[in-house]
């Protein structure tokens, strides 16, 4: 079994900043990328970033600028810095992963969510 573990989230102010982390632990050979979705109450899930094994990202309009993915291979360890944190950033952020398995299979994997939350 793979399991995403997050860590980082809270409350605070506009133009604030967070950190997220997100590590993956289990069978894992290897991870072929990593990245970060949000979901707002009433919206769809929706892309934030994403960085593959090699160190391409690829991030969505609205936090280009502002937020910064980045990774530990060594550590299957993924990253989310969010600066200038605007009130429409609230979201439940999810990490997932696309794992190659010791067992030669490739799983596609969600954690369970941190709460982000942008307010005066």
């Known amino acids: 079994q793979v399991q995403l573990v997050e860590s980082g989230g809270g409350l605070v102010q506009p133009g604030g900043s967070l950190r997220l982390s997100c590590a993956a632990s289990?069978?894992?050979?290897?991870?072929?990328?990593m990245g970060w979705y949000r979901q707002a109450p009433g919206k769809q899930r929706e892309l934030v970033a994403r960085i593959t094994s090699g160190g391409s990202t690829n991030y969505a309009d609205s936090v280009k600028g502002r937020f910064t993915i980045s990774s530990d291979n060594a550590k299957n360890t993924v990253y989310l810095q969010l600066n200038s944190l605007k009130p429409e950033d609230t979201a439940v952020y999810y990490c997932?992963?696309?794992?190659?398995?010791?067992?030669?299979?490739?799983?596609?994997?969600w954690g369970q969510g941190t709460q982000v939350t942008v307010s005066s």
């Open positions: 997932d992963a696309n794992v190659l398995r010791i067992t030669g299979a490739r799983i596609h994997y």
């Open positions: 289990g069978s894992i050979f290897s991870i072929a990328a």
